[in-house]
C-alpha cells in the first residue's frame, strides 16, 4: 500500500513539474518563433516563388519541345498535350506557391518550438539551458535555405531527369494514340462520373466523418498511455498532445479532403471509357468507384469487410495489375519473406524502429564506399565524376546507387538475412524499417528484387558481370573493358534475366535520384569521390591506419 501511495505521489509531483515547465518552453519556442518566423517564412516563400517562376518559360518550352520529339506519343496525343500543356504548368504554378507560403508557416513555428523541447535531452544544465535558449534560432533561417535548395534540385535537376526519359524510346515501342472516336463517350463518362461520385461520395464521408473522430480520439489516447506512434518520441509528447485537442479540425481537413477526392474519382471514368475503348466500362466504373472508396474507408476506419453498394467488373483483364513477375513462384516468395514478420508493429517494436535518416545516411555512405572502391579498381574515374556536375554521368548518378544497392542485396543473400545487411552491420527488416509512405514504396520492390536474385542462385562470376550491369548502364563497351571476374552466362534466357534485373535496379535508382533531398546529399558524396580521384592522380594516396 505504501509503495502505491509512493508512485501516485511520485507521478503527481512529475505532473505538478510538468505543467509549468511545458508552458516555459512552450513560451520560449513561440518567443524564438516569433523572432525568426519572418526571415523564415520570407526565405522560403521568395525563394520557392522565385524557383517556380523563373523557370516557368523553360518548363513551358522544354515540354512542348520533348512532347513534339518524343516517338512514345502518336501525332494526334502531341497535339491535345501541348495545347493542354499550360494547364498542368498553371496548376504547379498555384500549387507551387500556395503550398510554400503554407511550408513558410509551418517551418518558421514548428522548427523552433521542436528544437526547444529537443533541446530538455542534452546532457548537463547548461546544455539544456544553453540549447533552449539557441536551438532552433540560426538554425531554422539555414534550414529553410535547405528547403529551397531541395525545391530548385527538385525543379531542375529530377524535371530534366524525367523529359529525358520521355525523349527516350524502344524502337519495337508502340507510341500511344489518342482515340479520338472514343473522346465523346469520355466526356459523357467523365460528367456523368462527377454528377453520381461527387453526391455519393460526399454523403459516405459526411456519415463516417463522426467514426472517424471517436475512434481516432480512441487511438490517440492508447498511443499516449503505450507511448507508440506519434508519442514515441520524449520531445515529440507536448507536439502531439495537441494533435488530441485539434482532431476535430483534422477530421474536417479529411472530409474536405475525401469531397475533392470524389472528383478525381468522377473524371476517372473518362480514364477507363479510354483505356477500354468503351462508354459502358466507364459508366460501370462509376458505379463501382463508390464501392470502391467505401470500402477503402472501411479498411481505415477498421470497420467491416467489403461494401455494402454494388461493384461491377469494370475492367476486361484482372483489376490488380502487376508488371514484375519474371521469374516462376516470386509471388509466393514474397509472401513467405512478409510471413516471418507481422505487418502489425507492437508499441515495443516501434521504439527499436529504425529512424529514416540513419538509413538514408547510411545509403549515401555506401555510395561513398563503393565509389571510392571503384575508382580504386579502375571502374570509373575522374571525368566520370566531372560529368555528374553537367548531369551527363548516369554512371555516377545511377550506376553507382545500383552497384551499392547490388551490394547490399548480395551480402543480404549470403548471410540469409530475410531483411538488408548495410554497412556496419545494421539489418533493415520488416519490422524495424522506418515507417512512413515513402519507405513502404521504397521497401517491397526491394525484396521483390533481391529475391530474384535469391531465386536465379548466381554463381560468383554472374554475380560479378551483374554488378558490371547495374553500373554500366547499358554501356557495352566499358562492361567489356572493366575485367572484375565477371563473366556472362552461356545460357541466353540467364542472361536476359540478369539484363532485367539491372535495368529495374537502374529504374528504381533512376526514380530515387528524383527525391528533392537526393541531389543535396550526393552532391557530397561525389565531392568525396573527387577528392579521391585528385589524390589517385597525384599520388597521394590516403594512409591507412
Known amino acids: 500500500m505504501d509503495d502505491v501511495l509512493h508512485q501516485i505521489l511520485l507521478y503527481s509531483g512529475y505532473t505538478i513539474l510538468f505543467i509549468p515547465l511545458f508552458v516555459i518552453l512552450f513560451l520560449l519556442g513561440s518567443i524564438k518563433a516569433a523572432i525568426f518566423s519572418p526571415f523564415v517564412f520570407l526565405v522560403i516563400k521568395f525563394g520557392d516563388a522565385g524557383v517556380i517562376i523563373g523557370l516557368w518559360p523553360l518548363h513551358l518550352c522544354w515540354s512542348a519541345y520533348c512532347i513534339s520529339k518524343s516517338k512514345k506519343v502518336g501525332p494526334y496525343m502531341k497535339c491535345l498535350m501541348i495545347i493542354s500543356l499550360p494547364i498542368p504548368i498553371a496548376l504547379w504554378t498555384i500549387i507551387g506557391v500556395v503550398g510554400s507560403v503554407i511550408m513558410g508557416i509551418g517551418y518558421a513555428f514548428v522548427w523552433p518550438m521542436m528544437e526547444t523541447f529537443k533541446a530538455t535531452n542534452k546532457p548537463g544544465f547548461c546544455n539544456k539551458l544553453t540549447g533552449c535558449l539557441v536551438d532552433g534560432t540560426w538554425t531554422c533561417v539555414l534550414g529553410a535555405c535547405t528547403i529551397v535548395r531541395d525545391f530548385g534540385d527538385f525543379s531542375f535537376h529530377s524535371y530534366f531527369s ?43 464521408v459526411i456519415y463516417k466523418a463522426p467514426i472517424l473522430l471517436f475512434k481516432g480520439w480512441h487511438r490517440l489516447f492508447e498511443d499516449l498511455v503505450g507511448r507508440s506512434g506519434p508519442f514515441v518520441e520524449t520531445v515529440c509528447v507536448p507536439l502531439a498532445g495537441f494533435l488530441i485537442l485539434l482532431w476535430p479540425f483534422a477530421v474536417i481537413l479529411a472530409v474536405l479532403a475525401g469531397f475533392l477526392s470524389s472528383v478525381g474519382f468522377g473524371c476517372y471514368a473518362a480514364v477507363v471509357a479510354y483505356e477500354e475503348n468503351s462508354t459502358k466500362k466507364g459508366l460501370l466504373y462509376i458505379v463501382a468507384s463508390v464501392a470502391l472508396f467505401d470500402e477503402w474507408t472501411n479498411d481505415l476506419l477498421y470497420l467491416r469487410e467489403g461494401s455494402c453498394f454494388p461493384r461491377p467488373k469494370y475492367r476486361e483483364g484482372a483489376e490488380g495489375n502487376s508488371t514484375l513477375h519474371p521469374l516462376n513462384g516470386l509471388d509466393g516468395q514474397i509472401e513467405v519473406v512478409h510471413a516471418d514478420y507481422s505487418l502489425t508493429r507492437t508499441a515495443s517494436q516501434r521504439i527499436k524502429a529504425l529512424k529514416a535518416v540513419v538509413v538514408w545516411d547510411n545509403f549515401f555512405e555506401a555510395c561513398e564506399g563503393s565509389g571510392k572502391e571503384l575508382l580504386r579498381d579502375g571502374a570509373i574515374d575522374k571525368l566520370d565524376i566531372e560529368e555528374w556536375q553537367s548531369s551527363k554521368s548516369k554512371i555516377v548518378n545511377i550506376g553507382i546507387p545500383a552497384y551499392a544497392f547490388l551490394g547490399c542485396f548480395l551480402q543480404s543473400i549470403h548471410s540469409g538475412s530475410a531483411g538488408f545487411v548495410m554497412r556496419e552491420n545494421v539489418e533493415v527488416t520488416n519490422l524495424n524499417r522506418p515507417e512512413g509512405r515513402v519507405f513502404d514504396w521504397l521497401f517491397e520492390p526491394m525484396c521483390v528484387m533481391k529475391e530474384q536474385i535469391r531465386n536465379l542462385k548466381l554463381v560468383e562470376s554472374e554475380e560479378l558481370f551483374l554488378c558490371k550491369l547495374a553500373l554500366y548502364c547499358g554501356d557495352a563497351q566499358r562492361i567489356e573493358a572493366w575485367q572484375n571476374g565477371g563473366i556472362p552466362p552461356y545460357d541466353e534466357i540467364r542472361r536476359a534475366q540478369l539484363e532485367g534485373i539491372s535495368r529495374r535496379l537502374q529504374g528504381f535508382c533512376l526514380t530515387l535520384s528524383r527525391l528533392p533531398t537526393f541531389r543535396r546529399q550526393f552532391y557530397a558524396v561525389v565531392n ?5 580521384a585528385n589524390n589517385q592522380s597525384s599520388g597521394n594516396r590516403p594512409v591507412v591506419v
Do not use: R, S
Open 162 to 204: 524525367v523529359m529525358d526519359e520521355l525523349l527516350e524510346a524502344e524502337d519495337d515501342e508502340n507510341p500511344i494514340e489518342l482515340k479520338v472516336t472514343q473522346i465523346p463517350g469520355c466526356i459523357l463518362a467523365a460528367l456523368l462520373g462527377l454528377l453520381v461520385d461527387v453526391l455519393m461520395i460526399l454523403v459516405i
Open 528 to 532: 568525396e569521390l573527387l577528392d579521391e
